[in-house]
């Protein structure tokens, strides 16, 4: 299992976002970096995790329905044959899930060898 991802900042340079999970937490850490400096770190809960997830899914879901909209995939002046991929790719497609947050869950509702023991 992927533990950590790495994302280039869009503005380009050696900047980049560093995402960590820390299983013995449930936490995961986004942190900022220019070369191999960390300028920042935001630890958040998994219940916040599944939001911004829910955030990046919302966007591309817009994105994706306005591309369907207008038909952003066929070139200008394209026949009906010519359309016809791009009409089959935006209407089979798998649709995108929706996220939900996950249910606040105190450690005494874990199965007992799930529980930490001190």
Not at 16 to 33: A, E, F, G, K
Not at 44 to 56: H, K, T
Request: proline share 5%; net charge positive; with cysteine.
């Amino acid at each position: 299992m992927v533990r950590r991802l790495f994302l280039a900042d869009k503005r380009g340079g050696d900047r980049y976002l560093r995402v960590t999970w820390h299983r013995d937490t449930s936490t995961l850490v986004l942190s900022h970096w220019d070369r191999d400096i960390c300028l920042a770190s935001t630890p958040i809960s998994l219940a916040d995790g599944s939001r911004l997830i829910g955030l990046v899914v919302g966007a591309l879901r817009e994105v994706a329905s306005e591309h369907e909209r207008t038909g952003a995939d066929d070139p200008p002046g394209a026949s009906a044959v010519i359309r016809l991929p791009g009409w089959i790719k935006r209407t089979l497609r798998p649709r995108l899930a929706d996220v939900v947050e996950l249910a606040q869950r105190s450690r005494q509702s874990a199965p007992a060898y799930l529980r930490r023991r001190n």
